[in-house]
């Protein structure tokens, strides 16, 4: 699958793209493939880069107590790394794994700042596609915040049903923090 099929498609819903950025997008990104359970990103590590999935499905995680604690999925068209060890290039908490066989395309963050140094259009670009992200995150705080698990889930399968028959339900009653236990017994109810 080529960049020009999937990632600069996904641009150009933000902005549009000129020939000089497309070169150089096309340029800097490079290929890379994980199979099932494989990290992308170790918390032991600083993330260096930033990979948009091309095919397949990514949960970021931390550990608490020995335990897998899933923070978010990532599927196609989307850009995944560990947010907070990118920015400021420091180790921080979060894992990324491949829950299935992923393909993607990754950006080096020197030369994400290269794009956005060189073209100003990229930083429009970011702004745009992370007022999504943004959008889904302060959903996802007021779900865990103010609403019963079985409303949890109930958002869960509105915002994520495109993944949901393809995520493990331990993984999804963590991301929503309740027990498996609770989460089987919310599905049978529906």
């Known amino acids: ?82 947010p907070n060890s990118f920015i400021k290039r420091v180790p921080d908490i979060y894992y990324l794994e491949a829950l299935e066989p992923t393909h993607t395309l990754s950006l080096q963050v020197q030369d994400l700042g290269y794009l956005f140094d060189t073209f100003p259009e990229m930083e429009r670009y970011a702004r745009l596609s992370m007022g999504s992200v943004f959008g889904h995150l302060m959903d996802r705080i007021t779900s865990l915040r103010f609403t019963s698990a079985k409303e949890k889930y109930a958002h869960f399968c509105d915002t994520h049903h495109d993944i949901l028959p393809r995520l493990p339900l331990g993984m999804v009653a963590s991301y929503l923090g309740i027990t498996q236990e609770t989460l089987s017994r919310i599905r049978a109810e529906r």
């Open 1 to 82: 699958m080529l960049a020009t099929d999937t990632l600069l498609p996904h641009v150009e819903q933000y902005i549009r793209v000129s020939e000089a950025l497309r070169e150089a997008l096309l340029n800097r990104v490079r290929v890379a493939s994980y199979g099932k359970g494989q990290l992308l990103h170790d918390a032991r590590h600083v993330c260096t880069r930033s990979d948009f999935i091309q095919r397949g499905l990514v949960r970021l995680y931390y550990l608490r107590d020995g335990e897998k604690v899933t923070e978010s999925f990532s599927a196609e068209g989307e850009w995944v790394n560990s």
